[in-house]
């Protein structure tokens, strides 16, 4: 088990709501990324955060928006709900540079009805 | 675009026998390939690949790049049930740490 966790676990919206979702770093990592993954689907890189800013964004729209706090801890917004936002959201965090030291988080179940 | 194919996409084997899994890639920039277990939520990390030709090994895992023909396998022997997982490759561009995914191999190991 690693030292980065998420929550909440689960979330149920409606569409048109907006949701936050929060990731706590594992110790002594510099670097948070947010990856959303459907059923059946590999994980689709989101964007990603070092020293507070957005380093790398995937092809999401601009209705996902993140934030780093100053303990490399992180958020991820996402605005306008739509059906096809209901995923599993899953937080890794990494020394910058390094994927080979990305570790992920359980992941927050998100359902959009 | 980067794109990652992993094959199959799932296998059903008996306790015991050998698997290979199979990664194909295009990226832009090759860094490196790495190799996760996702067994409920998180995936854990297996290996990191960035050399052709030399095999990573870990107990009864072991993985293998080809930059030329952009591809890897990784091989499970001897496998057990708790080997039963969705095994999901990526790749890792040069540019930064956004990892491309596969869809992954869904692996069921059966007494």
């Known amino acids: 088990e690693t030292g980065v966790t998420q929550s909440p676990t689960h979330l149920i919206k409606t569409r048109g709501q907006q949701v936050t979702l929060r990731c706590s770093s594992q110790?002594?990592?510099?670097?948070v990324s947010w990856y959303q993954q459907a059923l059946g689907q590999g994980p689709q890189f989101i964007f990603q955060?070092?020293?507070?800013?957005?380093?790398g964004r995937g092809n999401f729209p601009p209705r996902f928006s993140g934030l780093q706090f100053p303990n490399y801890s992180s958020e991820l917004n996402v605005n306008a709900l739509e059906l096809d936002d209901s995923a599993l959201y899953l937080c890794?965090?990494?020394?910058?540079?390094?994927?080979?030291?990305?570790?992920f988080g359980p992941g927050t179940r998100l359902t959009v009805l | 675009e980067d794109k990652v194919v992993q094959s199959p996409l799932s296998l059903v084997v008996h306790e015991g026998d050998t698997v290979t899994l199979n990664c194909s890639y295009e990226?832009?920039?090759?860094?490196?390939l790495l190799w996760y277990k996702q067994e409920k939520k998180a995936p854990t990390f297996l290996f990191m690949l960035?050399?052709?030709?030399i095999e990573k090994k870990s107990g009864r895992l072991s993985s293998i790049l080809d930059k030329k023909e952009l591809f890897s396998i990784l091989n499970i022997t001897a496998t057990q049930t708790g080997d039963s997982a969705i095994y999901l490759c990526?790749?890792?561009?040069?540019?930064?740490?956004?990892?491309?995914f596969g869809t992954g191999t869904r692996l069921q190991v059966t007494l």
């Open positions: 960035t050399s052709s030709g």
């Open positions: 890794a965090s990494s020394l910058q540079g390094r994927a080979d030291t990305q570790y």
């Open positions: 990226v832009t920039n090759f860094r490196s």
């Open positions: 990526a790749v890792e561009p040069g540019t930064a740490s956004k990892l491309t």
């Open positions: 955060y070092y020293r507070e800013e957005e380093n």
């Open positions: 110790s002594g990592h510099n670097t």
